[in-house]
């Protein structure tokens, strides 16, 4: 296979996504490749936009706010340190089962099949080794953030002391606090971004069908960034921003008929709540289960929305990882394109 630049291995990529989904199209096996897709990219993470609360009299902001005083009991801290560790745990456990789904839609995707399963189980060494990876990644940036956070904790502590103290804290010593942080939390967003292309589209197809280590893997993957930093850095633009756009256009195509339909559920929950207000026995009963039957009824339409039109925007964008690499790792460009790589020989290096 042939290195194609960034811009155009988003055509191939839409071209495999196709053939991979559609041809032959078959619901059920959509539906769960696309519910695959969407739970190994990603896709369908919520972004929440701060906002700000106007205080009465002509919209004015108060300039001041109190902040309740805290005084956890022992039992109470014990609980809380109990369920968080639990949730650690039931949270790495989640994570591991995604790694090992990603190695094995990753095989799916390579070799143009529609069973989990084979990936699944020949990947399970590769998926462990790269599950650590990213834990260890992960406590490094952990750390790094406490580090970058050191210089603004004495601004925190002193807005605590006066939290403790029941006064009132001043909107402009909070926004000098908090305001200095935006652009390092803005540099960190962008590493983490970064981190995990390099991690997924470039270290783990070597990972996968070379056996590597982590350093081998990256080894391989600082020498192509090195030949090739331009398109290298135009890719991880482009990976960020084309998912990006295609899920806004997305959600604009969709948010009058999603609001119909939502406006529509509602209407109907809010009907049957109704004329069961007042029941009591099996009448309360039958109202219960009729509601409970509606609320399935749209939770399941929403969730095959949700796949229908979020598994082929993973897809692509794997996909289009797949291609861009593919064109500078031989072994998966062989994988991917085999005529191409019956043709061209084995002239170019691994």
Not at 203 to 219: K, L, N, S, V, Y
Not at 299 to 326: D, H, K, M, N
Request: hydrophobic content about 55%; some cysteine; aromatic content about 12%.
């Amino acid at each position: 296979m042939q290195p194609v630049t960034a811009v155009d291995s988003i055509a191939p990529a839409i071209e495999r996504t196709r053939e991979f989904l559609f041809r032959p199209f078959k619901w059920s096996t959509y539906l769960k490749l696309g519910l695959v897709a969407i739970i190994t990219e990603g896709l369908g993470e919520n972004f929440h936009s701060p906002h700000l609360s106007h205080g009465e009299g002509g919209g004015r902001f108060h300039a001041t706010t109190a902040l309740p005083s805290f005084h956890p009991a022992p039992g109470s801290i014990a609980i809380v340190a109990a369920s968080v560790a639990l949730a650690i745990v039931l949270s790495l456990f989640i994570f591991y089962l995604i790694t090992r789904l990603r190695f094995a839609f990753f095989y799916s995707l390579v070799h143009s099949v529609k069973e989990i399963g084979p990936g699944w189980r020949l990947y399970r060494a590769q998926a462990s080794r790269f599950f650590r990876l990213n834990i260890v990644v992960g406590i490094c940036f952990m750390l790094l953030m406490a580090l970058m956070a050191l210089p603004f904790a004495a601004g925190f502590w002193r807005l605590y002391q006066l939290s403790q103290q029941g006064g009132h804290l001043e909107i402009g010593l909070m926004l000098a606090v908090i305001l200095p942080l935006i652009p390092i939390v803005i540099l960190l967003a962008a590493a983490c971004v970064l981190t995990d292309v390099i991690l997924r589209d470039w270290m783990m197809p070597h990972m996968a069908m070379d056996d590597a280590t982590a350093g081998e893997a990256w080894r391989q993957v600082r020498a192509r960034i090195t030949a090739e930093k331009k398109q290298f850095i135009v890719y991880a633009i482009l990976r960020v921003v084309l998912p990006t756009i295609a899920a806004i256009g997305v959600f604009l195509l969709l948010a009058l008929p999603g609001f119909m339909l939502a406006g529509i559920v509602a209407a109907i929950e809010f009907g049957v709540y109704s004329a069961f207000s007042g029941a009591t026995g099996v009448s309360w009963l039958v109202g219960v289960v009729v509601e409970i039957f509606f609320g399935v009824v749209a939770f399941v339409f929403a969730l095959l929305a949700s796949i229908c039109v979020g598994g082929p925007l993973s897809t692509g964008a794997r996909e289009y990882a797949l291609i861009f690499y593919g064109g500078r790792y031989k072994t998966l460009g062989d994988v991917l394109y085999p005529a191409q790589a019956i043709a061209g020989g084995s002239s170019r290096p691994a």
